[in-house]
């Protein structure tokens, strides 16, 4: 995609970085990807490949085992994944939303016992939040946390768990207090090995094939009290805090779906023939690109200077709410009207398109639907 406004947000140290994970998703994961869907998970050796090449830290710290960057460096990679095409493994999930969590609301101990694990691919990370009774009224979760002398005791249950077959652990959200709403929450790093943990069945998906997505119960987990993430009751505030990176993730990367399937569309209408022309040169196909390449110039500047002011610690959850809000819902325009313009094509799955518009059509309703999203912006009115 070239823009009229030029990018400005990366420098050269980042770009290389960008060139590096381009080579390897296109040597180590787009030759095998079909089979990763088929099997509706991806496998433990490439998250410890990916560890290697240094995907999995490169926003943690040099202390705790990774390599210390920036969000730029989150970004890079979660843009790269969005251009392939590949939306497994959920190194976004487990590396650019756990990771930055634990790094934040973690004692130094539980960084130095956790965090190389999960940059060295070692450990697969989820996060425990949405119940079969709802996923959007946060506040209103059942699972619950009973303290039994130096340990709790967790009953509950979760769905649609990212990760929640293959992961090792499991950041959840519990009621440790459920007279207090909001304010009883408390996060635990739960071992997926414990006694009474057990994982249902990985949900069929319209998309996102290749991520394994669980529903996990717990029935008399006991889990030590050193586990807990954050202070007692105060996990809301965590929420709110990892939530808003959850939300700018998921716009960094709907904005660059809805670029490179732009790109493809342009590449396959001036390919496609009928009426003894290309479907580019229909009147209707150029409006339709005009259009789209009016909404991804002008959707593409507010994203990256969301980008620029998460870096700097300025992203406020009103923001990161508007940034998913804008660039998801400007996906699926986009992804529907190219995915249109390759007629039948468009709906084989061989064909990119095809498999951005499955997979991007989640963006609207995880990390908080595009509804919740209006409630938080309208809040601030
Ligand atoms: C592929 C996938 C991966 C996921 N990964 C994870 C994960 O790793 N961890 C995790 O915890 N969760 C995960 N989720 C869950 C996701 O975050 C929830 O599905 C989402 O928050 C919505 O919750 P719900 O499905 O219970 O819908 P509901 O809350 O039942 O909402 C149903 C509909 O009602 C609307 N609605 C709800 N409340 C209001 C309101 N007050 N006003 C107006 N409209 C409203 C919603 O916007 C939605 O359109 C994942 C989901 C999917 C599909």
């Not at 709790?152 to 090792?168: C, L, M, V």
């Not at 009751?233 to 399937?261: F, P, T």
């Not at 951005?356 to 509804?371: C, M, Q």
Request: glycine share 8%; proline share 3%.
């Amino acid at each position: 995609m070239k823009f009229g406004i030029p990018r400005t947000i990366y420098a050269e140290e980042h770009e290389i970085f960008r060139d590096t994970v381009a080579r390897f998703l296109k040597a180590e994961v787009l030759p095998v990807y079909n089979e990763w869907e088929d099997a509706g998970r991806t496998p433990r050796e490439i998250w410890l490949r990916a560890g290697e090449v240094g995907l999995l830290g490169t926003s943690t710290s040099e202390e705790y085992g990774g390599f210390g960057g920036d969000f730029l460096f989150d970004a890079i990679v979660i843009e790269e994944l969005g251009r392939y095409g590949v939306s497994a493994p959920a190194w976004d999930m487990h590396a650019y939303i756990i990771a930055p969590i634990l790094q934040s609301f973690c004692s130094n101990e539980q960084k130095r016992n956790w965090l190389p694990k999960m940059v060295s691919g070692e450990w697969i990370a989820a996060i425990g939040l949405t119940e079969p009774g709802g996923g959007s009224d946060l506040k209103e979760l059942k699972t619950n946390a009973k303290e039994d002398g130096d340990d709790y005791i967790i009953n509950g249950a979760k769905t649609f768990i990212t990760n929640g077959h293959i992961a090792d652990h499991v950041l959840l959200a519990t009621k440790t207090d459920p007279s207090q709403g909001a304010r009883g929450i408390s996060m635990f790093w739960v071992d997926l090995s414990s006694p009474g943990v057990a994982r249902g069945k990985n949900l069929k998906k319209i998309g996102n094939k290749a991520q394994d997505t669980a529903e996990l119960f717990f029935e008399n987990v006991r889990v030590p009290a050193a586990n807990m993430v954050g202070a007692l009751n105060q996990g809301w505030a965590l929420l709110m805090h990892g939530l808003a990176q959850e939300r700018l993730v998921v716009a960094v990367r709907s904005m660059v779906i809805a670029e490179a399937a732009f790109d493809q569309t342009i590449e396959y209408t001036k390919e496609r023939k009928t009426f003894g022309q290309t479907v580019f040169d229909f009147q209707n196909t150029q409006f339709k690109l005009a259009e789209m390449s009016t909404d991804v110039e002008a959707g593409r500047p507010f994203i990256d200077r969301c980008i620029e002011l998460h870096v700097a610690g300025e992203v406020t959850p009103d923001l990161a709410a508007k940034a998913k809000l804008c660039a998801t819902e400007l996906a699926d325009r986009v992804l529907d009207d190219c995915l249109q313009l390759h007629g039948g094509y468009g709906y084989v799955w061989e064909f990119p398109i095809a498999r951005a518009w499955a997979d991007a059509r989640v963006h609207r309703i995880y990390a908080g639907t595009n509804e919740v999203m209006k409630y938080i912006i309208a809040k601030n009115l």
